[in-house]
């Protein structure tokens, strides 16, 4: 085992522009300012491949950060993985790297696997969400190799293995407690937040809120987030009459999805899979009560309804709005500390 660990670098599709940007994969954000808080003598390089449109370096809370460009085009991801894996070999001379670590099993594993294996370097692969599905052609590269594997939750970790039979060590993500809002008294009775896309499921939302609004006539609803599903959406909310009722309020700064958040009473969290969920935590420490399917972290619990079908989802929803949730309370699921020192474990293996 090492002793100290001198340079990690980190592999990733997408990374925030700068540090103003609060909404480009939050949950990493939060891990890596953790981590540099830590380690403060550890020097982190962020290589990231797709996102920002930019090649300007910079630095991200005292990260080097090395943008590729590579704006999710196809005919460029090649070109991109040659320039990637050259600057690797000159990062790795200058400053020898202890450990590569790769999020999502795709590109950045598969890069990662490779440099990895040839220059005898510790290689974590943190799985990030439906990379762990079937049909993920990057996974025969992971099984070459000597990685690490991370998932996210026990659901997770029982997808990756189902669809790929390959094993992992759960570590959980967790929130930085110190950007959360006063709480609030509740002004929105549901709320959705995440991207209008068909794994949020969220035309079965809009027919549960048709259903629950016949028990409660004035309740109020809104739905966080953009995508391609917008239009489709707004025409079943006007077919059900429910203009008056469910808001797509678009998509929002973190800051305000968080100010949302301690507004409302109830996460209607429709989706058919989730890795984690980190709006499960955000919720959660925003005093919220949450209806959902058994996915990512999901348990059960007094403030937590795990539905099996759409009449389990109106009854609880129902039943919260019948106990009313006027005085909130906090709830933290993960500490930094437990999360952050898995992670420093596997580095210094």
């Known amino acids: 085992m090492k002793t100290v660990v001198q340079h990690i670098v980190f ?5 925030p522009e700068s540090e103003k940007d609060s909404t480009t994969i939050p949950a990493l954000q939060v891990y890596l300012k953790n981590l540099r808080c830590t380690l403060p003598n550890t020097k982190m390089t962020v290589l990231t491949f797709q996102f920002p449109f930019s090649k300007k370096e910079y630095e991200w809370n005292g990260i080097q950060v090395i943008p590729f460009n590579g704006k999710n085009k ?32 795709g590109e950045c594993s598969m890069v990662g696997g490779r440099f990895a294996k040839k220059h005898n370097i510790n290689h974590l692969v943190t799985v990030m969400g439906q990379d762990a599905l079937a049909g993920n052609t990057y996974v025969k590269y992971l ?6 594997i991370v998932t996210l939750s026990k659901n997770h970790q029982a997808k990756l293995l189902e ?12 929130l930085d407690t110190t950007s959360f809002p006063k709480l609030q008294k509740s002004a ?5 937040v995440g991207s209008l896309n068909s794994i949020k499921n969220y035309t079965l939302f809009i027919e549960i809120v048709a259903e629950v609004v016949k ?31 469910i808001k797509l309020v678009g998509k929002l700064s973190r800051k305000n999805v968080l100010k949302k958040m301690t507004e409302a009473s109830i996460l209607l969290h429709t989706s058919t899979y989730e890795s984690f969920g980190f709006v499960f935590l955000e919720a959660l420490y925003s005093g ?10 999901a348990e059960s619990q007094k403030s937590w309804a795990i539905c099996n079908n759409q009449k389990e989802i109106i009854d609880a929803c129902s039943s919260f709005l019948l106990s009313s949730n006027e005085y909130k309370k906090r709830v933290i699921v993960y500490t930094a500390h437990e999360s952050v020192s898995a992670y420093i474990r596997l580095y210094h293996e």
């Open 11 to 15: 592999l990733t599709p997408g990374f």
């Open 215 to 245: 028990i409660y006539p004035n309740l109020t609803v809104e739905i966080i987030g953009e995508g391609t599903y917008r239009a489709q959406l707004e025409e079943k909310v006007q077919k059900l009459s429910l203009q008056h009722t």
């Open 143 to 148: 099984k070459k190799s000597d990685a690490k």
């Open 74 to 105: 196809r005919f460029k991801k090649i070109w991109i993985w040659k320039k990637v894996l050259l600057r690797l070999k000159k990062i790795h001379k200058e400053n020898p790297v202890d450990n590569l670590h790769s999020f999502w099993i």
């Open 188 to 192: 929105i009775d549901i709320l959705g």
């Open 288 to 297: 919220m009560q949450i209806v959902s399917h058994d996915v990512g972290i």
């Open 163 to 174: 669809n790929h039979r390959l094993n992992s060590i759960i570590i959980p993500w967790f």
